[in-house]
């Protein structure tokens, strides 16, 4: 016991001392000299790029859909993700709001998820707590919307959005197939999530706005 207080005690002197003799290092440098005051200001420029391209780095790799689906409990996602017409999009552009302060929170955020996956305590099934928001959806769809692509119904979108109906409420499936609704991302269902399945897995029932939401919700508000 004794001889572990004494170990701490010494590494504690130890890099103290360091920490002193490298502040004495510093404080001994002649700061009137120019090219002293340029040495540090190289090594501050070189210090910020670096940081900066590392931040940048790390960023542009954890946004990268492989990075996405390296998980084993993200195979659902990943299958019915390429199996929409959201394919082509990045997870980031629909689950990260616009904006370089909800990127960095939505990075930390996902901190969590990458500890429950290292320690295998991810919830079971696994779903996204927070609602993907309407801002997400208006980068690149507009609210002024009449008819749907396969032009068989008209519907007034900007009415809509302006009674503070999310795009979610009608389009839940639209890039996941109502994965989460349907009791199809448990642990014990994901290795039946392969691209060769998909087409079974991922139907248009799923994927496209479901009329019964439509009555239910009118019905609602017809009667007050």
Sequence with gaps: MNTTVGNDEKMGSKKKSVLKRTWSWFRSINWIDPINRWKLLLVLIIAFFGIAFSTYGALA???????CNTCHEM????VTHYSTTHSELKCVKCHIEPGLPQTMKGKVMA?????????RTQPNPIHVKHEVRDVVCLRCHSENRDVTPTGDLIVAHDKHVNKDISCVTCHSGIAHAKVVERGLNTNDLF???EMENAEALVTLDYVRPNMGT???????????
């Design 61 to 67: 790799v954890t946004s990268t859909q492989s990075f």
């Design 75 to 78: 195979a659902p996602e990943n």
């Design 111 to 119: 901190l969590k998820e990458v500890y429950r996956h290292v320690t």
């Design 191 to 193: 290795d039946y999530w």
């Design 214 to 224: 439509c009555i239910e919700c009118h019905q609602q508000y017809n009667e007050g």
